[in-house]
C-alpha cells in the first residue's frame, strides 16, 4: 500500500508539470488517452467486477456531454462550474432505468442497454431545442481562459483517469468489493451467504454512468461543440470494450495496458505508415482476435502470473489455518 501511495503522488507531480514540459498537441492528445482510459475503467467496474456487460455505455457520454452544453450556455455558466452536473445526471438517469433493466440477465441486458441508448440518440435529433442532427456549439466558450485551456483539461482529465484509479483501488479491497466480486463470479451463492445482489450492481451501474458521462462531458468540452451522432457514437463502447478485453478484464492494470495498444495501433497505423481509419479498425479487430485465442483473459493476467507482478493487485489472502498439533496433544493426554 505504501508503494501505490508513492506511486500516486508521483503521477500526481507529473501530472501537475507536464504543461511546462510538452506542447499543446501533445497535451491534447494525452487528455484523450486519459479520458478514454476513465471510460475504460468505468466499463470494467461494471463487466469485469458485477458481471453486466453493457453495449449501450455511449449513452452516458452524450447525456453528460448535453447537460453540460445546456446548463453552461442557459445560465451562462462557466463550463468549469457545470462539470459535475454531468456525472449527476448520469447517474439520475441510469438509477431509473435500473430498475426495469435489472430484469434481464446476460445478452438481454447487453441489448436492452444498446437499444436504450439508440432511443435517446433518436430523440436528441429530433429536437430542435438540442441542435437537431447539426449539434450544439458551446456559447459560454467565451468564459473560457483559452490560453489556459489546454493545460486546464489536461489537468482535470489527469485528475479523472488518477481519481477512477484509485477509487477502484479503494472499493475492490473494501467488503462491498469483496461481495461484488462473489456476485460476478456467482451471484446464487453470494445471495445464499447474504450478499444484497440487485444493490450491489444497482451501485456499481449508477457508478458506471456517472463516470462515463462525467469523461464525456469534458471531451466534448475540448471540442467546444457536441452532436448527436458524435456523442452517440457506438465506437464509444467499442474503445471502452477493446482496451478491456485486450488488457484485462476484471483487472485495474488491465485497461492501462489496453490504452497503450489501442492508441498506439492508431498513431503507428494512421500517423506513422499513413493508412486509412478503415485499416486502423482492421488492426484493432486482427489484434482483438489474436489475443482473445492466446490469452481470453486479457494480456495483463498470463503477464502478472508468469512474472509474479503485483501493481495494483486486489486479491485477498487467506487466512492461514490455525495449527491443531499442540491442542491434539494435549488432547491425547487427556485420553
Known sequence: MKTIAISYVVAAALLAASPLLFGEGALRFATECLLILAMAQMWNLLAGYAGLVSFGHQVFVGIGAYGLFLLSDTFDLSPYWVLPVAPLACAVVAAIIALP????????????????SEIIAALVMKATWLGGTGGLPLKASRLIDLDWFEPVMFWIAGTLALGSLGGLFILMRSGFGLG???????????????????????????????????????SFLGNLYVSPAAAFDVNWVVYMMFIVMIGGIGT??????????????????????????????????????????????????????????????????APAAPDIAPLAGKAGQLG
Not at 433493466?101 to 436504450?116: K, N, P, T
Not at 461484488?180 to 456499481?204: C, K, T, W, Y
Open 252 to 317: 485495474l492494470e488491465g485497461p492501462i495496458i489496453g490504452t497503450v495498444i489501442f492508441f498506439g495501433l492508431r498513431e503507428l497505423i494512421t500517423d506513422q505508415l499513413g493508412f486509412s481509419a478503415g485499416w486502423y479498425l482492421v488492426a484493432l479487430g486482427t489484434v482483438a482476435v489474436i489475443v482473445m485465442l492466446w490469452s481470453p483473459r486479457g494480456l495483463w493476467p498470463p503477464l502478472r502470473d508468469r512474472f509474479g507482478i503485483k501493481l495494483l493487485s486486489i486479491g485477498r489472502t
Open 180 to 218: 461484488l466480486m462473489s456476485v460476478r463470479d456467482n451471484d446464487l451463492a453470494a445471495m445464499s451467504v447474504g450478499v444484497d445482489v440487485q444493490r450491489n450492481r444497482f451501485i456499481v451501474f449508477v457508478l458506471s454512468a456517472a463516470g462515463c458521462g462525467l469523461a464525456g462531458a469534458v
Open 101 to 116: 433493466l435489472f430484469r434481464l440477465r446476460e445478452a438481454y441486458f447487453s441489448i436492452a442497454m444498446w437499444v436504450f
